[in-house]
């Protein structure tokens, strides 16, 4: 230790008495026992530095967080919320994959949700979850809504911020994968979704030996409909691609509004093939010194599609590649080897590209390409035509950052921060001079990172979060799949801080977005009772107290069922072995805490009932026998006694 | 503030210059920036307490907790790993819902353990889980094994700690809802499974007014084979019981292993019927002074059963209820009413039980109870025949606790803690003299509770936690359906210390335990590579390096695939629609963080493969197209070139 440190310790030891002296069980947090700050230094081994992030990061009993992270759950097909400074997460949101503590993809309405994700007539019970983007209002986060993509089986789904609940899952059959999804344009009008891997548009079937011909790549654009807060299919265009490996999108902002940025690898048009005398692809497509960064005019392609000049691809409103030519929609420029991520600078005046077998980053002057653009001087073209600016006119400089660059954020004093894989290390550079003004090392392997607000016209700074790939040894094992590792970094100081390692108990996230928690206006109760979450609108089916009731109908046994601490109404029914059945349950309880779970033995019946909240299930009573049914929440004392029983009579 | 607070302050303030002057971005946590404690304490108002708490909890980047939590995830069907004192989440683990992450019940094999679980022919894809139980040695947690019920739809899943992974869910249809469970004997022999709701047994139809002559519980003996790590359903047995609703057991220890208690509410035999002219359950059920203590000779019943004096119900062979009176394997004690927990003291001397509608804790002496059965000293029978032993013979006294307690915990001091769900609370008393010494308040209601191996026959103390209901405000809000807020508290010092407050975001834990950190052995790479996680073998369809190959048998193609940094081998599959498709695909890494994941396109194709990890799909490729297939893991810089397709050519 240096002797600064003992002096510390002499000091703290006389703090440490004054401490616990002083404190009492009665205290919000803590308070009793105790020892001091240097006593509990000493029995923990903490350093100085460990004391400064533990009180940078602790959020005392009853205090609300700083900050939300909204981060993909990779394939768990989720999202995560997660807490700044505690890191603590606060909750998984159920989006792609059927989760029963929530009810999603149990009850009639959220099924519905699910189905309509669907592909090739399949039921998909997963998702590889990517990019969050959380929407935007001028170019800042609004608090409202947030999109997510699946890349495996192409996706976007729409989530409520005010009950943080999925609304909306939309597909195209138009192309077989994303992953420059989801980014949006600065009012949200559009949730962009380009494809990754080629595939003939529509679903269509040709040997991947025809790539150059028949295989392509398309970008969606999703309108959303904000007021409805719904994605509206209807009104939502495509543009087609070359058969490149299309990768992550940005959308300009301010100056550059308008535009959207896509970067590509692969553009040497490998397929890989290894067993066909073919280099594998991770080789195949590591052969030119260049790709393209697309350029596309979404404002006028929106345009473009209005006046019709589309083909209709799988129900997809489609802008040909000739057409986007022709308009002059897209136009490409050259970026370094393999570039992984692309990042719209806050004031829309840069576009930030990271190769990642490169050790530069590249910042893209819009200023320059939209002269180049105005003034039709190209370098050259592609294989298909496509307009290419030059590199050297097109950019403004390079950033020497380190090995193995992938993605950037920014802070609100002109810096940006690069996560280098190889280097496993966060560079922090200046956008005037593009200049490394500091790095710290974070364990282990980042892919992407995050800062506050840092997609936005006005990022907070502040925080920067690390997310690290396999943990390894960085938390008591819990067996061969490591989780991944979340390193929270101070940006508010001199130097950066690294303040706190968090694991990931499910799930892989690739990229997460920060906002400001008072911009999240959440409700506790749906009201009036009777409210189902996945429309949004009031039930047809809701019932009222002293309503209930078990009807036959033609079409089945209807039981209009009430939930309140602490019984189920009607709580016996009596069905025919093989009666179609259909259960219609009202929580009609009002209050914060008054969320009742309905559990039905052997039948995969499993509802959340929140204050409020009314959902349906049908069924097919298949079985004879006694099944029990009862609430699964602890809602009361006599939870338990909260049961009933469903009575299937044998034919 | 005290003035005490001032001079801490004014002392902490010498103390924060000394900190951040001899603090480097290097330090493996925290450094640069910084300020001192004081300047921290005053920025986000910290009270002395919380900087108390905050150091007693933080964890510094790369060391790893001291404790493993294992808590039930409610109805989300998981069980959830938790780090103490840090009060991260390590790891969710995949039970009896299907996980995608974990690729959990998308390969062959793991899909076969959760077929095990359907019930009545229904596929059952989610569960209720409550208690876990870790394996014990002579009443001590060995760290090998952890078991978990569904009390939705009656089953037990065996889970190995080496992988933390779920090897195994058992059902029998002998009963229709469980909640004793799972409870081991001390050395676990057997796994405890007692029903909730009564049914006729074995699944047979009676309607629910007949509940005094057809409706029983059961109490299930699930025979566990170490050496396997697996539960042996062929030297299971189980002992039937009267229409009560058995609640929560445990198992004697020591002076009383051999011995199990189960209590049990309804012993009106109350069924609901508030349609029919009955008062709702939780007034029906609640009317009685007593309800019966269950105690229950296991060591003797399993020589009864292996005697062959058992009738098999629905292929379990069962003890019936007068066999069980007749071999003196069943008596019951009356206890206070509507009791909830059943805790055995770590001598084995005493059985606590807390009734809910009371405030007391009773305290039952084993030493009086054995006494009483030997002398066949009974004081009356049930309506079954059952013989009641006399309430103040067998106990040794209550404690004054508090308002709806509900579960008992120790430490290894002679103390016991009650958790007080009307009271918001915990009551510490002395078992000694049953008196409460303190009591700390808890937000807001609480559950169950656990200290650090609280359970054993030896408890650390050191550390409860509080597994509280509804957070409503005490984290940033997150919509209607609320955290649970799991509350660590220390019990080192002279006064319990509230330390943490931790939000669960997903699931309802009812129960959990708490283990030493150095008894997990977990193991993070499959060796030799090929082994299938599910049946813990190597598969005989491990594919080695330079043996890929695609063969078209009888049964449809096989695909025998290699996955490695960073290709698939093969990485291009041709078939024709309507094939049946076997994939056969073994991660041949053997390096810590070589996790590979296997992603195709819109068949709902999605496995984890960690080192070493073999696994086998099967599925008909129905539609015709072209479908890429990734690596979902961010195994490298270039594993968005981890691809390849699954091409369908058309009929």
Redesign the interface.
Known sequence: M?P??T??IA??A??GV????????Q?????????G?AQ??KD?N?????????????????R??EY?IFAS?????QV??I?VPS??????IAVF??????GYG?GDESMKILAAGR??????????THHPALSETAGDYDGQYLFIND????RVAVIDL????TKQIVTSPLI??D?GATMVTPDTDYVIESS??P??LG??????KEWNDK?RGAVIFWKFDRAKGRIDPTSSFAIELPPY?Q?IADAGKKVSDGWIFINS??TERA??????GNP???SG??QNDMDYLHVINWKKAAEVAKAGKTEQIAGMPVIRLQTAIDEGLLYFVPEPK?P?GVDVTPSGEDMVVSG??DTHTTVYSWAQMKGLIDAKEFATKDPYGVPVLSFEKSIRGQAEVGL?PLHTQFDGDGFAYTSL??ESAVAKWSLAKLEVV?K??V???I?HLLTAEGDTVSPDGHYLVAMN??A????????????QNF?LV?L????????????I????P?YAQMIK?DK?K?????SPAGID?YTGERSANAVEPNQ?RIEVKPDGVHVYMTAIR??F????I?VKQGDQVHLHITNIEQA??A?H?F??????V?L?L????HNDVDFVA???????M?C???CS??H??????F????K
Chains 1, 2 share one sequence.
């Not at 994959?97 to 929530?102: A, D, H, K, L």
């Not at 298949?622 to 029990?628: I, S």
Request: some cysteine.
């Open positions: 240096k600064t440190t002096l510390a000091i703290a006389s703090l004054a401490c616990s002296s002083s404190s009492s069980p205290t919000t947090s803590g308070g009793g026992g105790g020892g700050v509990l230094m923990r903490l350093t100085e530095a460990d004391v400064t992030a533990a009180l940078k990061t602790f959020t005392p009993s009853g609300h967080d939300y759950g990779g394939h768990s097909g995560i919320v807490g890191m603590r997460i606060l909750k998984y994959t059927p989760e029963p503590w929530q149990y592909r090739h007539g399949h039921d998909i019970t997963w998702a590889d890349k495996s089986n192409p005010k009950d943080f609940t077989e994968s992953h990754q891997y595939a003939p679903g269509e079937y040709a040997d991947v295989y490996m990768d690898l692969d397929w890989g093939g290894n067993k066909e594998p692809l991770e497509a590591s393999s992984h990642k077998l193995g894989f190889l500091e710290i090392p364990n282990y392997n892919g790939k396999w390894i040894d960085r938390f008591a094992p819990v067996g061969p799949l490591l989780p390193q101070d508010s100081g001199p130097k950066m801080q690294l303040l706190y390692d968090m694991p108990p499910l799930g892989e690739h928690a999240i959440a409700e506790n109760i749906y979450p209930e602490s019984h109404t009607p709580d016996i009596r914060d805490d969320t779970g559990a039905l033995d052997s039948y995969n499993n959340s929140e204050p409020g909240e298949d079985a004879a026998g006694v099944f029990p009862y699964t929440e602890f004392a006599l338990l006694e909260m049961a009933g029983y009575l299937v009579e044998p």
